[in-house]
Nanobody
Framework: QVQLQESGPGLVKPSQTLSLSCTVSGVSITTKYNYWSWIRQLPGKGLQWIGYIAYSGSTYLSPFLMSRATISRDTSKNQFTLHLSSVTPADTAIYYC??????????????????WGQGTQVIVSS
């Protein structure tokens, strides 16, 4: 059974860098052909796909965040991490990590993914 758990600060000041980690159990993040995504839900809005890191280590970020976001991984910890720089209050959201196959890339619907983390609330405020 695959389980994902997000971790990181719940409160971040504007202009800082937000770092969120997703720790995975039940499967290696290098297992073919899994794509490990970050997705967020802004207050009162739908899901917004941020980007992925693939089993191979390749990454792709959504164009709207590409200039501020990176995704890295630590295979020894079976963990991948989202870094979002220069945050503003508009980045306040619940952040989720999720896993799916190639067909899940860019998708903003829960049922396209095999497993999700429970989500972590991030508030950007001074």
């Amino acid at each position: 059974q695959v389980q994902l758990q997000e971790s990181g600060p719940g409160l971040v000041k504007p202009s800082q860098t937000l770092s969120l980690s997703c720790t995975v159990s039940g499967v290696s993040i290098t297992t073919k052909y899994n794509y490990w995504s970050w997705i967020r839900q802004l207050p009162g809005k739908g899901l917004q796909w941020i980007g992925y890191i693939a089993y191979s280590g390749s990454t792709y970020l959504s164009p709207f965040l590409m200039s501020r976001a990176t995704i890295s991984r630590d295979t020894s910890k079976n963990q991948f991490t989202l870094h979002l720089s220069s945050v503003t209050p508009a980045d306040t959201a619940i952040y989720y990590c999720a896993v799916g196959g190639p067909e899940s890339v860019g998708i903003e619907r829960r049922d396209e993914y095999d497993s999700w983390g429970q989500g972590t609330q991030v508030i950007v405020s001074s």
